[in-house]
T-cell receptor, first 115, second 115 residues
Framework: AQKVTQAQTEISVVEKEDVTLDCVYE???????LFWYKQPPSGELVFLIR??????QNEISGRYSWNFQKSTSSFNFTITASQVVDSAVYFC????????????FGAGTTVTVRA | NAGVTQTPKFQVLKTGQSMTLQCAQD?????MSWYRQDPGMGLRLIHY???????DQGEVPNGYNVSRSTTEDFPLRLLSAAPSQTSVYFC??????????????FGPGTRLLVL
C-alpha cells in the first residue's frame, strides 16, 4: 500500500519568508514517482514537479526547490522569498513506477502568505 | 486545445437523485481518471480508464459508475446520491506513457453538494 503524509495542515508566513513543506511517504515499491501539485484559491490543480526514485538530486526552479531523501522517505518542498501569489494548498503525491494509473495524494498543506 | 473540461461546475442534488458528471478531453489521451477531493484527505481515485471500452475501480468506487465509449469522454455516474458524496470531483487525463514521463492534466473540478 502507498501512503503520503503531509503533517503540516496549515502554514502562515509573512511575505519574503522562506517556507518548507514536509512530505513523507510509504511504499513497498522499489521504484516509484513523487509529485508536487499546487491548488490556488481558484481551485484548479497545477503540476509543479515529478521526481523518480532513481534520482535523488535536489532540484531548483526559480524560487522553488525540492529535497528528495530516499533514506528518510521524504520529498520536501521549499518556497524561497515567499510571495502572496504562493498562497495555495500544496499536495504531495506518489505513484508506482509500473501500474502507475493511480496517484496517492497527501492531505495537503495550506500555505498563507501575508503581505 | 481546450484541455480537460468538466461540466457542470457546481451541482446541488437531493439524497437519492442520480446524475452524471461529464468529463471530456481533446488531447487524444488514452488514460482518464476520476478523483474526489475531501477536506483533510487529499484526492482519492474513484475509477480510471486506460482506453476506450476499458475501465477499472480505484480506491473509493462505491456509489459510482463509469463508462468509456470514446477516447474523448469519461462520464461519472452517481446512481443514488448520498450526503457522503458531497465533494469536489476532478477528472484527469494523460497519454499512455509512464506517469513519470507523461504529465497528467486535471480538469477544473465539479463541486457537488448532496442534501
Amino acid at each position: 500500500a502507498q501512503k503520503v503524509t503531509q503533517a503540516q495542515t496549515e502554514i502562515s508566513v509573512v511575505e519574503k519568508e522562506d517556507v518548507t513543506l514536509d512530505c513523507v511517504y510509504e511504499t513497498r515499491d522499489t521504484t516509484y514517482y513523487l509529485f508536487w501539485y499546487k491548488q490556488p484559491p481558484s481551485g484548479e490543480l497545477v503540476f509543479l514537479i515529478r521526481r523518480n526514485s532513481f534520482d535523488e538530486q535536489n532540484e531548483i526552479s526559480g524560487r522553488y526547490s525540492w529535497n528528495f531523501q530516499k533514506s528518510t522517505s521524504s520529498f520536501n518542498f521549499t518556497i524561497t522569498a515567499s510571495q502572496v501569489v504562493d498562497s495555495a494548498v500544496y499536495f504531495c503525491a506518489l505513484s508506482a513506477y509500473v501500474n502507475d494509473y493511480k496517484l496517492s495524494f497527501g492531505a495537503g498543506t495550506t500555505v498563507t502568505v501575508r503581505a | 486545445n481546450a484541455g480537460v473540461t468538466q461540466t457542470p461546475k457546481f451541482q446541488v442534488l437531493k439524497t437519492g437523485q442520480s446524475m452524471t458528471l461529464q468529463c471530456a478531453q481533446d488531447m487524444n489521451h488514452e488514460y482518464m481518471s476520476w478523483y474526489r477531493q475531501d477536506p483533510g484527505m487529499g484526492l482519492r481515485l474513484i475509477h480510471y480508464s486506460v482506453g476506450a471500452g476499458i475501465t477499472d475501480q480505484g480506491e473509493v468506487p462505491n456509489g459510482y459508475n463509469v463508462s468509456r465509449s470514446t477516447t474523448e469522454d469519461f462520464p461519472l455516474r452517481l446512481l443514488s446520491a448520498a450526503p457522503s458524496q458531497t465533494s469536489v470531483y476532478f477528472c484527469a487525463s494523460r497519454l499512455r506513457g509512464l506517469l513519470g514521463q507523461e504529465t497528467q492534466y486535471f480538469g477544473p473540478g465539479t463541486r457537488l453538494l448532496v442534501l
